[in-house]
């Protein structure tokens, strides 16, 4: 089956050609960060009206680059939440348009459900269960997938995103936008252990908070203006890197999971990544990594999501609209 994805929840233009939900024939993305940065975020007006200009010659340069016509499509799926309602409208009405139009089912996917998929794609052979850890610009939860289709949220954030602190953070020690880029990329430079800030909630539960390790930086460097920027930066991300792999290391030894997972945009993040490696091989984990480009907003793992969705659902009404605090459908 030959799935085209469309994924617009956020700032990213996104449209892909997956086979099988496994076999990636295209993927385009068009990230609109340098529209949002001066704005220190993501204006929600500015990413709708961006979405409208740019999703058509996306889905274009996708169908073309793949090499396939409509008449070769079995689906065309796409993000329908969570998101920013004006942002997920532009892709579902185009969605739902294109599959009147080309004849084609409508498969609609949650986002979240998305980015669980994004590890399979690289790693046909990744074993369930898995404990997957989703940390993005919106979100921050602990995963245990027990089977295709079957997920048990353990914890969540309880108030900001991992991401989410790595932009304030960010914003506040003067280093632009997106923030996460910006601290890994200074916090190579800078001593993990300059600075004792504290590890939100590391021993109890799975789920996180991140809005007072924030102020603790912020209230940090008030009463130390010369404290060197680099240590701020490394010893604020060693904080959440400490959490985010203390809690997913403790589920996995729980659930008895076979893999451990990351995926989201702060999964890109270096320290993270081989501090998740070094867990598996200690435990006896497989480990799966996804590449950066998988872990950020992207249209493949929307068609391998939706491929999934649609040998399990069929296809999906045509009335449906967007649903912008879709959550998780968890068991
Ligand atoms: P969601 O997927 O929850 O709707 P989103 O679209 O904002 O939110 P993504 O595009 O998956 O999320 O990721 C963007 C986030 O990832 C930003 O907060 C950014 O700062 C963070 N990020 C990107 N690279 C890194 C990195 N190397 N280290 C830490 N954080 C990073
Ligand atoms: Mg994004
Ligand atoms: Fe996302």
Not at 25 to 41: C, E, K, N, P, W
Not at 218 to 231: E, G, L, S
Request: hydrophobic fraction near 50%; charge should be negative.
């Amino acid at each position: 089956l030959v799935v085209l994805g469309i994924e617009t929840s956020c700032d990213e233009t996104a449209a892909a050609v997956v086979v099988g939900g496994r076999r990636v024939l295209s993927s385009v993305v068009s990230s609109q960060v340098d529209l949002h940065a001066r704005f220190g975020g993501v204006v929600p007006e500015i990413a709708s009206r961006a979405h409208v200009e740019l999703l058509t010659p996306v889905v274009a340069e996708a169908m073309l680059s793949a090499g396939v016509e409509p008449h070769d499509l079995d689906a065309v799926a796409c993000t329908v939440g969570p998101g920013l309602v004006g942002a997920l409208l532009v892709g579902v009405s185009t969605a739902k348009a294109l599959s009147l139009v080309w004849d084609v089912p409508f498969v609609a996917v949650n986002h979240l459900e998305a980015h669980l998929h994004a590890a399979f794609l690289e790693e046909p052979d990744l074993q369930l269960p898995a404990v997957v850890l989703l940390v993005s610009g919106g979100h921050t939860m602990l995963v245990h997938w027990e089977e295709m289709g079957r997920y048990r949220l353990l914890g969540q954030t309880v108030d900001d995103a991992a991401g989410e602190a790595f932009d304030k953070v960010a914003r506040f020690l003067g280093l632009g936008y997106p923030g996460g880029p910006a601290i890994d990329a200074l916090a190579m430079d800078g001593d993990p252990t300059a600075i004792a800030f504290p590890r939100p909630m590391l021993d109890n539960g799975y789920d996180f908070s991140f809005s007072g390790l924030k102020t603790a930086v912020v209230n940090h460097v008030r009463k130390n203006p010369d404290v060197a920027t680099a240590d701020v930066a490394a010893s604020f991300q060693e904080a959440v890197v400490d959490v985010l792999v203390a809690k997913a290391r403790r589920a996995a030894a729980e659930i008895g999971a076979k893999a451990l997972c990351i995926g989201g945009g702060v999964a890109a993040n270096s320290q993270l990544r081989e501090r998740m490696l070094g867990v598996c091989v200690d435990d006896g984990l497989q480990a799966f990594l996804p590449s950066r480009a998988m872990c950020t907003d992207n249209a493949a793992m929307v068609a391998a999501a939706g491929w999934h969705r649609f040998l399990a659902d069929g296809a999906s009404p045509l009335d449906l609209g967007a649903e912008p605090n879709l959550r998780l459908p968890v068991v």
